[in-house]
């Protein structure tokens, strides 16, 4: 489906948030814009809906006219939005990601999550052996960067034992802890040589 008067129709709106909204009704490409939209009314709800709100925003001078506009305008921008694909040229190309390594982000519930959270965050029994496990069946969970800033406050644990299991999953987990341990450390007012 080719979603370019969508996109002009976009284009064509945010110009009118520029210039004002009351001179919607004269604005000829907006029209042509609308236009556009008309043949893809008959293909989903949503485009008729579209179309509709565009024909009341460039045929009527009531005062709900803003509304309409900022109505059509989100309703817009969420249909391309999850329509939304991303390449160049012809062709769908695999995306670039940021990401150094592929196990920046694991697709893990909460509650295998949320063991670890309580025994690095909580007070009680039974944390040490929670950690423990983890270490030795599911090592690779410690990846995971959501869990990097609970590990980080177990370093302040009352528990040495905990404390220890927390420094050796830190400096097991990839580089570029260092800079986080320290920027918590001297959060807590710890002296520069605790690093």
């Given at each position: 489906?080719?979603?370019?008067?969508?996109?002009?129709?976009?284009?064509?709106?945010?110009?009118?948030?520029?210039?004002?909204?009351?001179?919607?009704?004269?604005?000829?490409?907006l029209q042509?814009?609308?236009?556009?939209?008309?043949?893809?009314?008959?293909?989903?709800?949503?485009?008729?809906?579209?179309?509709?709100?565009?024909?009341?925003?460039?045929?009527?001078?009531?005062?709900?006219?803003?509304?309409?506009?900022?109505?059509?305008?989100?309703?817009l921008d969420?249909?391309?939005?999850?329509?939304?694909?991303?390449?160049?040229?012809?062709?769908?190309?695999?995306?670039?990601?940021?990401?150094?390594?592929?196990?920046?982000?694991?697709?893990?519930?909460?509650?295998?999550?949320?063991?670890?959270?309580?025994?690095?965050?909580?007070?009680?029994?039974?944390?040490?052996?929670?950690?423990?496990?983890?270490?030795?069946?599911?090592?690779?969970?410690?990846?995971?960067?959501?869990?990097?800033?609970?590990?980080?406050?177990?370093?302040?644990?009352?528990?040495?034992?905990?404390?220890?299991?927390?420094?050796?999953?830190?400096?097991?987990?990839?580089?570029?802890?260092?800079?986080?341990?320290?920027?918590?450390i001297f959060?807590?007012?710890?002296?520069?040589?605790?690093?």
């Open positions: 489906m080719n979603f370019e008067p969508l996109y002009e129709l976009k284009n064509r709106l945010e110009n009118v948030a520029v210039v004002g909204i009351n001179l919607a009704k004269d604005d000829f490409r042509r814009a609308v236009e556009q939209v008309k043949e893809y009314s008959t293909v989903a709800k949503v485009f008729k809906q579209i179309y509709d709100m565009g024909q009341k925003l460039i045929s009527t001078d009531a005062e709900d006219k803003c509304d309409i506009f900022l109505d059509l305008l989100a309703l969420a249909v391309l939005c999850t329509q939304a694909t991303t390449y160049s040229g012809e062709k769908p190309q695999e995306i670039k990601s940021i990401a150094k390594n592929k196990d920046f982000y694991k697709e893990l519930h909460y509650s295998e999550l949320s063991p670890l959270i309580y025994a690095f965050t909580e007070n009680g029994g039974g944390r040490l052996f929670i950690i423990q496990d983890a270490i030795d069946n599911n090592s690779e969970i410690f990846n995971d960067f959501r869990l990097k800033s609970y590990m980080i406050k177990g370093l302040s644990d009352k528990y040495s034992e905990i404390v220890n299991l927390a420094n050796k999953t830190i400096k097991k987990t990839k580089k570029g802890n260092n800079s986080i341990v320290k920027r918590w959060s807590q007012g710890w002296k520069r040589n605790a690093c």
